[in-house]
């Protein structure tokens, strides 16, 4: 890994970027996920590379939604897995619930490799590697899934996702919660709950808002969830792009 100095500017988007080179390395990450991480960084300097309050608001509703569900499930990919392993760990066994390696560019050894990653970072329950169920309405191998986990969840976390799959695991009835940096992107528009926030730091938020809500009795979490309005926290997110705009253009 380059040695990157901790006092350059741009320390947090540099170590995010070796993160993503060194996942390609180590065969965890896909070539494209070079391209999707550029196209994150360039939201994340519209949001102002922070945690919105429209993002913060559709965390803790996410937090709630994971916390109510039936049975949830975390999906990864070969971007979450290079970005976030430990942080994805820690969050799926804080809540009880499994990761599921779920590729978009799929190859079994490349869903062995993260599946180990994964377990190497401390993950209790990772699945992915066997599929036995098939998402409908979906091509090719974007359909694998697992009973017990993305198959039959309620809810499903989906980092970084493409938006077919948010459509079509949205079509099966689950509630679906998208980190997408992008509000314009199909995913972040069709979701149930998105948090417009880059995984880097809505994953550590996310789990914080899980410990600090899991006191909380189910009726106060049901009536959050109840009560949210996806399509309000969007156009939140983009008058806060705006009001970022603006701020810079007055400069
Ligand atoms: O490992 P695989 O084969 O499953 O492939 C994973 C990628 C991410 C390459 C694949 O799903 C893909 O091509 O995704 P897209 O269509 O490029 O979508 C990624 C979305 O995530 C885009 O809207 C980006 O703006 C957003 N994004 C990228 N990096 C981040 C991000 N959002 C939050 N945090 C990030 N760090």
New binding site residues.
Partial sequence: MTDIPRLHPRYASLV?REKIVVGINKGL??Q??L???G??????YFVGEKTTASAQEATKIAAAMLLTAGQAVISV???V?A?AASEVADLANSLDIPLEV?????SEE?VKKIADHLRAAGAKKVIGETPNAKIPGLEHARALATKGGIYDADAVLI?????DRCEALLAMGKKVIA????PF?R??QKATVSIV????R?IPNLAAQVKELSTKPRPVLEELVGQYDNKEILAAAVREIQSHFDKEAAK
Avoid: Y
């Fill in positions: 995010a990450t896909s494209q996920g391209i999707a991480q196209r994150g960084e360039c939201f994340d990919n070969g971007n897995a970005l779920n590729l978009f560019h799929r490349r980092p970084l996702e493409d938006g980190i997408d940096l992008n992107s995913t972040a926030d880059n995984l880097l809505a």
